[in-house]
């Protein structure tokens, strides 16, 4: 055994259990000792971070062995620090699967919160907690993202005071969260996890009667901010007042009367507006009065900023601000899932502006409220996220995810930096269920910021507000033409012109914001690790990709941004603009001068659009243009009841015809003429030069049965129905039909049940 495994061996049998402590020690400098809470702050709060008892419960009988009240636990740990990372002072790392483990401490209440109301607060606990004051259940928790508290007020004693928590963190029954957290060693992109407490815990005085929670709406165009604020407690006669600061000045305030919930109109003498990279933050206060007494008053802040879509564009304030985000994990190499420092926080923000950034994307985790802080004082914009992985689609584990993405939403709905939402990454197709359930407690929570229901790989929300993919194409010219060819040429599927798609079904994502929300993974000294594809041999090889990568995105008109990975190495992954102890790993102005250069979006440059066959294949000609093909798409002659016997020849007179333009339908795709009933015909005239033919097709969307017929000769008849565009190639069948000259096209759909659409598009080449 070499000394590494023998320290090791000895940490293990401390934890298990043959070191005992007698006692609870303070130490000398409380780590975190800042609020935890910035956007909701009483004056009157203890930390209770530091030293605390730990014991790993290997049996799960700390019951039974009398751990909830009185009993000393056989280890110490650092709250708020996860028992695998160093700063905990354990240092377990992936070296225990640790399932069942318990905590312990004493503290005396201030007399400042003598005769209060008090709340613990815990600001993550990995998985399922259950918290003990003096003996007395507190209350318990399920979720290990966001912060819980319990009202202990009638849990306390003079004195000395226990607090006692118990945590089950099973992550390997496939119904809980997991992100990036491994299940056994670190590996590929999966490192090492975080079990029980992992976020700041803390005491807080409030009145008889409090403000529980704030919803902060701001109206630019106004120049005002709407509040929600709950109340808890029944005092009588309550009045709330809130006022809003600029530096200090009192910029407006409003006033309401009564219990429970409460909406107030501040509106604002000077409009100061939250910008990226020009914030400017409002103070607000709040404080509730019964009668003529103050009983209680909290601070927050709000930033006067407004999101909004306008076709592919996402709009801040009503620019196009093209979002320049970095992948941030979130994970640190001493504290793990908890930040060594709040000044490490701001650091990580700092780190990825110097390379240019604007924003990022918070991957798989949940992160602090201290970290959007900053993120609000520093005008960075992010979008929020869940730690998906881990509990694949089994329904056990739907409620849970739920209640805990609700929470996270109620939580961090007031900062101005967060600018979407996108709860999953990179799920299968068989999680449309929970994913669109999550995508509309999202938008009932919080209307106000656009929301993607997945990240990369499979979307399976008919009607998106935005969309995304994941590309790590290592050549920059290909990335460059790929994503070009995507809007301009709609390339996709076996065929060439087979660029039709259904805007309602899981391709609408052409005619929404759009944004390519993984790239780049370029390693660099990654030996002992991996990076995406091969990496550069010299730096300037780096910088060229780099550059090349990054300036596929900034020259495409059509997307509103990109998410570069990664901000930092994580263990074995080498692929971050940062070393895993975020020391640089190159020139972060070279980095700067790349990614902040000017974009086309920026530049107001026009969205592509929706484009047609002759435009993006010029061998093949549209005959008769789908919705797709713009001015190629004229009206067709239609009937809904039944035509005469010969309705499909040229000849028949269809001059009695109502005219309309496809598609037809309720659904299914983009109508332009409503069709409700069983059955629809259509007619018309195209043109065509006789050229010799070499292929011919039709490219179709129906529901559902339909035939096609040219100068009355059938020329395709197809069954059921199809959520996308189909292309047939019937080259024969139009040689025989097609005649130079006018020709006529004669169409029938039949539905039976469910939506109806049809629109079709005719080729030549």
């Known amino acids: 055994m070499n000394r590494k495994q023998s320290m090791a061996g000895c940490l293990a049998m401390m934890v298990a259990g043959i070191l005992i402590i007698g006692a609870i020690h303070s130490v000398a400098a409380v780590p975190r000792p800042e609020h935890p809470r910035p ?67 004493t503290f005396e209440l201030p007399s400042t919160m003598k005769g209060k109301r008090v709340r613990i607060h815990f600001g993550g606990v990995d998985y399922q907690a259950w918290v003990y004051i003096n003996g007395q259940l507190a209350g318990s928790h399920i979720g290990e993202n966001v912060e819980f508290n319990f009202d202990i007020t009638s849990l306390l004693k003079d004195g000395a005071n226990e607090v006692v928590v ?91 009367k009564g219990p429970w919930q409460n909406t107030l109109v501040v509106n604002l ?64 190499p001493d504290g793990l899932w908890t930040a060594p420092s709040d000044e490490e926080l701001k650091k990580d923000v700092e780190r990825s502006m110097a390379c240019g950034y604007n924003g990022a994307r918070l991957h798989q985790k949940v992160f602090e409220p201290r970290f959007l802080y900053w993120a609000d004082k520093l005008g960075y914009l992010v979008w929020g996220e869940y730690p998906n992985a881990g509990y694949g689609n089994q329904r056990e584990g739907f409620s849970a995810v739920v209640n805990e993405w609700t929470e996270i939403l109620l939580r961090d709905r007031n900062h101005p930096s967060v600018v979407g939402w996108c709860a999953f990454n990179e799920n299968f197709e068989d999680s449309g269920e929970l994913q669109q359930m999550i995508w509309h407690i999202t938008k009932a929570v919080d209307p106000t910021r656009p929301a993607l229901e997945a990240s990369g790989w499979a979307h399976t929300l008919p009607h ?42 899981s391709q609408a994502d052409r005619g929404v914001p759009f944004m390519i929300s993984e790239i780049g993974g370029i390693g660099w000294a990654t030996e002992g690790g991996w990076s995406y594809g091969n990496g550069p041999k010299t730096l300037d090889e780096f910088y060229e990709r780099y550059q090349g990568t990054i300036d596929a995105m900034l020259d495409n008109p059509n997307l509103f941004g990109f998410c570069y990975t990664q901000l930092t190495d994580i263990e074995q992954e080498r692929n971050g603009l940062y070393f895993y102890d975020r020391k640089p790993k190159f020139d972060t102005k070279k980095l700067h001068d790349i990614t902040a250069r000017q974009a086309a979006y920026e530049r107001g440059e026009p969205v592509a659009p929706q484009p047609s066959v002759a435009v993006a294949f010029a061998q093949w000609k549209v ?54 009933t069983a059955d629809i015909y259509l007619r018309k005239t195209f043109d065509y030069d006789g050229a010799d033919l070499k292929n011919g097709a039709v490219v179709i969307c129906h529901d559902e049965d339909t035939e096609i017929y040219v100068n009355g000769q059938k020329i395709l008849g197809v069954s059921g129905f199809i959520g996308q565009y189909k292309m047939f190639m019937l080259t024969e069948e139009l040689k025989k039909a097609l005649k130079k000259g006018a020709n006529t096209l004669a169409v029938h759909t039949h539905q039976t049940w469910g939506g109806q659409y049809i629109d079709l598009a005719l080729l030549v080449e």
């Open 39 to 105: 956007d909701m702050l009483r004056e009157n709060w203890m930390t209770l971070n530091g030293e605390w008892q730990f014991e790993i419960d290997k049996a799960a009988d700390g019951e039974a062995r009398g751990l909830t009240y009185g009993k000393d636990l056989n280890a110490k740990i650092i709250v708020p620090f996860c028992p695998e990372s160093k700063l905990s002072g354990l240092g377990l790392g992936n070296t225990r699967k640790l399932k069942d483990v318990w905590y312990r401490r």
């Open 166 to 256: 118990k945590v089950l963190d099973n992550m390997w029954s496939g119904l809980q969260p997991c992100g990036k957290q491994c299940g056994d060693q670190s590996y590929s992109c999966f490192y090492t996890r975080t079990t029980g407490i992992w976020q700041p815990v803390w005491l807080e005085a409030v009145g008889s009667s409090f403000v529980e929670s704030l919803s902060v709406v701001p109206d630019p165009d106004n120049a005002r901010v709407l509040i929600t604020a709950r109340i808890d407690g029944r005092d009588q006669d309550l009045t709330l007042k809130a006022e809003a600061f600029a530096d200090g000045r009192l910029m407006g305030s409003d006033t309401t």
């Open 269 to 332: 003498k000077e409009k100061k507006l939250w910008e990226p990279g020009a914030p400017f933050l409002y103070d607000l206060k709040l404080t509730l009065s019964s009668g003529n007494d103050q009983i209680d008053e909290l601070k927050s802040y709000f930033g006067l900023r407004k999101i909004t879509i306008d076709g592919r564009k996402i709009l801040i304030n009503g620019k196009p601000v093209f979002q320049r985000l970095i992948l941030d994990q979130g994970f640190y």
């Open 464 to 505: 998106p507000e935005v969309r995304d993919a994941h590309d790590y194409t290592g050549n920059p010219a290909q990335l460059r033409k790929k994503w070009l060819d995507y809007f301009t040429n709609q390339v996709e599927g076996p065929y060439p012109p087979a660029r039709y798609f259904n805007p309602g079904s």
């Open 623 to 676: 005959l008769v243009g789908a919705v797709q093909d713009g001015t190629l798409s004229t009206p067709y002659h239609y009937v809904m009841e039944e035509p005469a016997a010969d309705w499909m020849n040229e000849a028949f007179d269809d001059k009695s015809w109502k005219s309309g333009l496809a598609g037809f339908g309720t659904g299914g795709g983009v109508v332009r003429t409503e069709w409700k």
